[in-house]
């Protein structure tokens, strides 16, 4: 640990040289107007202009991973009468729709595009089953939610999707097709999960969704969560609301004027509604409500409600929430009641104990959801950490284990009810029994990673923290050929559920991580041995702010020397060993923006390639800074720049020293337009370089490591990448969904673009391709590209293709048309043809080295011709013999 005193003289020093803080508020721009459904629409529609017409659109992406792990899910639908099919699907937090007609065996993807692919809920209309309907928007507004764009239905089990309006409410918690009337259906929303909106309550549509009417609403901060209809009467509903909003400092609590939070129920069909508390806790103390009736005894109803009422603090010590954050206080939590006469009057039936209260952990509102059993109105069961059932209406409850934690849908059998279907933050379950569960985490890949990067071994490991799972890292294996990357099991790694690493470029066992809100260690990889290397907080700092994804960085000069971000800047020059802090707080550092979770805070760190000690930082509060030498004097760079907006990427050239580019994200004001910049002199002055890229938020930007016009940029949308430096962009599309990426970085050495998703899993892209295109002349015809050399298998037979390496060739046309393909032997003679149609932009080719069903063609020298209306050339390339390897 640093001397102090050595420490004070060091702080006394930086204070008084460093006041060059030009705070540039003044320039700044006013806040950004929330994105109005109008301009998500028209920007969704530009991105797939640009997906479409993209010359790489052919480029693919490879999925890497993992093979082991599956993701959070938040509602599931099963056709009946099962028997007679097997069919689910299972919705998405943020990995769109899947499919199953195996009951589990395989699943397909039905929903990969769209103005979201995030999913609060799911319906099929009783009347005709192929008929779903998905509302966008994870309700559970979790750190990582993604917001939606409304409802979609499709009419054919899944293949053909219309989106039908609601496109701000952000957020669907609950569908309800009427039972008797498909054109009639509501839909409960949340609406915004960041900011006060209009578009929340109860919509309803009798035309199928051709128009929609609010036939309840509360307030601005108040969304409806729950909705169920009479099975007798579906004129008969009940809704529950939840006022409740996210700040960026704050999870979603309860504030002390709050008494949006109701159950309400109409008679009419929605004509008019009334409250129905009587028995509930106050309005102040209720939260998130979950509600259902038994299809058997429709008057008998239950409500799970996360219960504000304070606890005593019986023990009198600090106390913590599960990410060992300072708590305000202990609640009764997760709180069940009954009624028996449709809802007019209530009672707890759950007991005060500390099963109850630990049900939900210390974030009861992003669970909120129960079940009662059709037939039987004693056994329900409430989503919460675990799958909890409870046979004595309410009063005790037990686990039903087995699965993955965190639980946000079930659906129940009402022919079978031991038949169960579950979902949560790792997957699919399936009981049938009502007691043991089989899983599906290995077929299902909607991982959702926080971050990435990358290793220098041979072969090289992908790193990253997958929510609600831990970290992990997986193995990247070229041996069959740079198009052929195999999806891998990952195993774990150090660090947590929300940790940025960095892995020493010259020793791949020295791993280094972050935990928890900027906690961070070293492990050796080979031992085992982990160290906490976390900075001590300094003389005079009450503790240290680390946003949930704190960002550190191994110096580009010394892989020795970290720096790491709270509020501060921090140095180690001895990997951790001895810290000293090396900046002011460079956030605003405001008393009232500070609560339960870390904020103000410093996001992204970036030093210069090519001169030590020239640092960028961007905190989460809008503030960017630069230091020139090494802490000394830091300098405000905000000019002109969107106020006050979350900084989510710097990145220091390595080609000019002045050169900076920045990524700003408006997903918690609720603005998702993209913000990219770039500056050619140390950040005092920015252009704005977003160009043509229609739609944010953007998550990330990084300059290609070898040509210095090549630009890559992460969006909600999936990939973007710039040929000229942010002049202009393409979309960078290939087989990818449409997803949340959240972290891109390029392999140095492998020449691969690697990124993670919040949904979808890693995937990988070889980039060699795209810096050959960048180099063709806009005038040129055509051009084929680099082609790796091919390998037959060791011997002939399916099982032996894994030791084959086909050929993968690629080819660049700037006009698309019909096109022939020779492969022409060393003598000349044409071994091979093919005709096809090409595409403009980058086309590929690949061929299984097979001259008919039996033959296999001779080792040696050929050339690949490719010839068509306006462009004509041929390439050599080698064909080898696998040999056995022992």
Request: aromatic fraction near 12%; charged fraction near 25%.
């Amino acid at each position: 640990m640093t001397n102090r005193r050595t420490t004070r003289l060091n702080l006394f020093l930086l204070f008084f040289v460093s006041v060059v803080f030009c705070n540039n508020s003044a320039f700044s721009q006013e806040v950004v107007e929330k994105t109005s459904a109008k301009q998500r629409a028209e920007s969704y529609e530009k991105h797939k202009q640009l997906t479409e017409n993209s010359v790489f659109k052919n480029l693919p992406w490879q999925f890497i991973g993992p093979s082991n792990v599956s993701g959070r899910m938040t509602d599931v639908e099963v056709v009946t009468p099962k028997g007679e099919n097997y069919t689910i699907y299972v919705a998405g937090a943020s990995g769109g729709i899947w499919k199953t007609k195996n009951e589990g065996i395989t699943w397909i993807p039905v929903f990969e595009h769209g103005m979201s692919t995030a999913f609060g809920d799911l319906a099929l209309d009783p009347q005709n089953q192929n008929v779903i309907w998905a509302g966008t928007g994870e309700a559970n507004i979790f750190r990582s939610s993604n917001a939606g764009a409304g409802i979609y239905r499709s009419k054919d089990a899944g293949k053909i999707w219309e989106h039908l309006g609601l496109t701000n409410t952000n957020t669907i918690a609950r569908i309800l097709v009427h039972p008797e009337n498909s054109d009639v259906v509501y839909v409960a929303a949340g609406g915004n999960e960041w900011t006060n909106d209009k578009e929340r309550g109860i919509y309803k549509t009798e035309d199928g969704g051709r128009s929609w009417n609010k036939i309840l609403y509360v307030d601005e901060k108040t969304g409806a969560y729950d909705l169920i209809i009479h099975p007798e009467n579906p004129e008969i509903m009940y809704a529950t609301t939840w006022q409740r909003i996210r700040k960026k400092w704050n999870d979603p609590r309860n504030e002390d004027d709050y008494t949006g939070s109701n159950i309400f129920k109409t008679s009419d069909g929605g004509k008019n509604w009334k409250k129905i508390n009587s028995g509930l806790p106050d309005g102040k103390f209720r939260g998130r409500i979950g509600i259902d009736l038994c299809k058997s005894s429709p008057n008998t109803l239950y409500a799970f409600i996360d219960n504000y009422e304070k606890l005593p603090n019986e023990t009198g010590e600090d106390q913590s929430d599960a990410y060992g954050r300072p708590s305000s206080g202990r609640i009764k939590g997760a709180t069940v009641y009954r009624s028996d006469n449709g809802g007019e009057d209530w009672r707890q039936v759950s007991e005060k104990n500390t099963y109850m209260e630990g049900l939900s952990g210390t974030y009861g509102w992003v669970f909120g959801q129960m079940r009662v059993d059709p037939v039987n109105p004693d056994k329900i069961f409430v989503l919460g950490l675990y799958l909890n059932v409870s046979e004595d209406g309410g009063k005790t409850f037990r686990t039903l284990d087995g699965m993955h934690m965190d639980h946000h849908g079930l659906w129940i059998d009402p022919k079978n009810t031991d038949y169960i279907v579950n979902v949560n933050d790792g997957g699919v379950a399936i009981s049938y029994d009502g007691e043991n569960f089989r899983t599906f985490y290995d077929n299902l890949p909607l991982v959702q990673f926080f971050n990435i990067n990358v290793d220098m071994a041979e072969p090289f490991h992908v790193y990253g923290s997958v929510q609600d799972h831990g970290s992990y890292r997986g193995v990247v294996d070229l041996s069959r050929g740079r198009n052929n990357i195999q999806p891998v099991e990952f195993e774990s790694a150090p660090g947590g559920e929300g940790s940025n690493h960095f892995i020493d470029p010259n020793n791949p066992d020295k791993v280094y991580s972050a935990g928890f809100y900027g906690t961070i260690s070293k492990t050796n990889m080979k031992t085992g041995q982990s160290k906490n290397i976390m900075p001590p907080t300094p003389d005079g700092v009450d503790k240290l702010r680390g946003q949930w994804l704190a960002p550190f960085i191994l110096s580009p000069h010394n892989p020795g020397i970290i720096y790491h971000g709270t509020q501060f800047v921090h140095r180690s020059m001895n990997e951790g060993e001895t810290w000293e802090r090396i900046s002011p707080d460079l956030t605003y550092n405001d008393a009232d923006k500070k609560g339960d979770i870390p904020y103000q805070t410093i996001f992204t760190i970036s030093e210069s390639p090519l001169k030590f000690g020239l640092i960028y930082a961007g905190t989460d509060d809008g503030r960017v800074w630069v230091t020139q030498n090494s802490g000394t004097e830091w300098q405000e760079i905000n000019k002109k720049l969107p106020f006050r907006k979350w900084v989510s990427q710097m990145e220091a050239s390595r080609f000019a020293e002045g050169r900076v580019y920045m990524s700003q994200n408006g997903k918690r004001d609720d603005d998702f337009a993209a913000y990219i910049w770039k500056s050619e002199d140390y950040g005092q002055n920015w252009e704005d370089i977003t160009g043509n890229i229609p739609c944010g938020p953007v998550n990330v930007i990084r300059e290609d490591p070898v040509n210095e016009n090549i630009l890559y940029v992460g969006t909600d949308y999936g990939v973007y990448i710039s040929l000229n430096r942010g002049e202009s962009w393409s979309s960078l599309p290939g087989n990818l969904p449409t997803t949340y990426v959240h972290d891109l970085v390029i392999h140095p050495r492998e020449d691969y673009a690697v990124i993670g998703t919040h949904g979808r899993g890693a995937w990988a892209m070889d980039i060699r391709f795209i810096r050959e295109v960048a180099e063709i002349d806009p005038q040129t015809a055509g051009k084929i590209l680099t082609i790796e050399d091919c390998r037959l298998p060791v011997r002939p037979g399916r099982w032996f293709r894994r030791t084959a390496k086909d050929l993968y060739a690629s080819f660049y046309l700037r006009s698309e048309g019909k096109y022939s393909v020779e492969i022409i032997g060393e003598n000349g003679s044409i071994e091979k043809s093919f005709d096809f149609n090409a595409d403009k932009g980058l086309n590929f080719f690949s061929w299984d080295l097979m001259l008919n069903e039996d033959e296999m063609i001779e080792p040696g020298k050929y050339k690949l011709k490719i010839t068509g209306s306006d462009f004509s050339g041929e390439k050599e390339f080698s064909i080898t013999q696998a040999q056995w390897r022992r």
